[in-house]
Structures are given as structure tokens and as C-alpha cells.
């Protein structure tokens, strides 16, 4: 009766999309195994999955699957797992003194939801304002992409897209807004396609309302080439 009850628990945390920690969940061996080594045992976990669902794996369509799989899990779409793989931020003293916020909005982000394994796919917006030092633009978007490369779910992608970004400018304000679509909503369950969630996180100054405000209407404004 206990295992059902958990599993009912389990199921109902996960159909409702609900996160646990702020922190991604890793055991302490996580990096015992090389990706080379991560690879070969995924490799056979999907060939199993497949031949459970009755496919011909000697198709020379799906022959290949298993092993490209594995690859994508390791060194792409979960690569965010590696700590090695964090961007390194390197800073930069704030020379002209730029003293307003700088936003960078629209980062395309591709995640995994957590619960089924699914693609979460939108925009990230992040701003921060100088305490003194800054960081090059396109590591604001390496940041985004490092954490997105996680078995996520959104709320914690953007806590951890924030604090990452404190701790390399060495300043609370920061914020960040994340709309996305989640295909574990879009294309099973309630399969609504036109839904879409966002989150935000603000720190610092941007927990004051007329920060707030630029922040979000900044974000609002249309870009135009």
C-alpha cells in the first residue's frame, strides 16, 4: 500500500510539473564514470527501451538509434550536468561607467523537462545592473545555454540562471524572465499547444517596483532590423 501511495505521489509531483529543490538533484558519484563510459550503458538502456516497444532494431533506420541517443544525452542536450562545461565569465571592470541596467532579451533556450523528458523551448530575458564590474554579452547567453542542458524544470532554471550570474558580477542585481513551452503540456496530457509559462526571478534592485517596471517594459520592446 506505501509504494503505491508513493508512486501515486511520485506521479501527481510529476504531472503537475512540480519541482523539489533549487538545486538539480545529483547523487555524489554522478562524475565517477567517464562520457565514454556514460555512453556505452545508455546505449544498451535504449536499445532495451526500444526492443520493449517491439521495434526491429535491425532496420538500417534504427540500427544507429541507440547509440546516437546515448550521444545526444552525454554531450548535448544534458551536457549542462558536466561542471566542467560551465562557461568561464570573465569580468571586466566597468571603465565607462555605465551606471543604468543592461538587459539581453530573447536568448533562445532548448530544455528537458525533468518529469517526462520532454523539450522545454522559448526565450530567457536577463538584465543586470553594475556594481563596478561586467561581463561579455555572449556569456550571459552561455550561462542560459550551460543550465538549460538539464533534466530542468523552469522555476529552478531561472533561480540558478540568476545566482550563477550574482556570483560572477558579484552583485544581487540581477533578474531574469523565462517564457517557454513546455511539450510535456503541449503534445500529451492536456496537449494545449497554445500555452506557454513563464517564470522570473529578480534580485537586488529589481525587486523594487519602478525597476521591476523598466526591466519588464524593456523586454516588451520590438526589435527591428
Known amino acids: 500500500m506505501g509504494l503505491k501511495n508513493n508512486t501515486e505521489k511520485f506521479d501527481t509531483i510529476g504531472d503537475n510539473h512540480i519541482g523539489t529543490s533549487t538545486e538539480t538533484p545529483m547523487r555524489s558519484d554522478a562524475f565517477k564514470l567517464s562520457s565514454d563510459e556514460k555512453i556505452d550503458i545508455i546505449k544498451d538502456d535504449v536499445q532495451h527501451i526500444m526492443e520493449t516497444l517491439g521495434l526491429d532494431l535491425s532496420d538500417d533506420s534504427l540500427k544507429g538509434t ?31 561607467q555605465y551606471g543604468e541596467m543592461l538587459v539581453e532579451k530573447n536568448i533562445t533556450l532548448y530544455s528537458t523537462c525533468e518529469h517526462h523528458f520532454l523539450p522545454i523551448v522559448g526565450r530567457a530575458h536577463v ?31 531561472t533561480i540558478q540562471i540568476v545566482e550563477e550570474l550574482q556570483k560572477v558580477l558579484n552583485t544581487k542585481d540581477v533578474a531574469c524572465v523565462i517564457d517557454a513551452k513546455h511539450l510535456c503540456v503541449n503534445s ?3 496537449r494545449d499547444i497554445e500555452s506557454s509559462t513563464v517564470t522570473s526571478e529578480f534580485g537586488g534592485k529589481f525587486k523594487e517596483k519602478d525597476t521591476k517596471r523598466e526591466f519588464l517594459d524593456y523586454i516588451q520592446l520590438e526589435t527591428k532590423f
Open 127 to 157: 538584465a543586470y545592473i553594475s556594481n563596478g564590474t561586467v561581463v561579455g554579452l555572449s556569456k550571459m547567453n552561455r550561462i542560459v545555454d550551460h543550465f538549460s542542458k538539464r533534466p530542468q524544470v523552469q522555476e529552478r532554471l
Open 66 to 96: 541507440p547509440n546516437r541517443v546515448a550521444k545526444m544525452f552525454v554531450n548535448e542536450i544534458f551536457g549542462g550536468l558536466d561542471p566542467t562545461k560551465k562557461p568561464k565569465a570573465s569580468t571586466f571592470d566597468n571603465k565607462y
Open 188 to 190: 500529451r496530457g492536456i
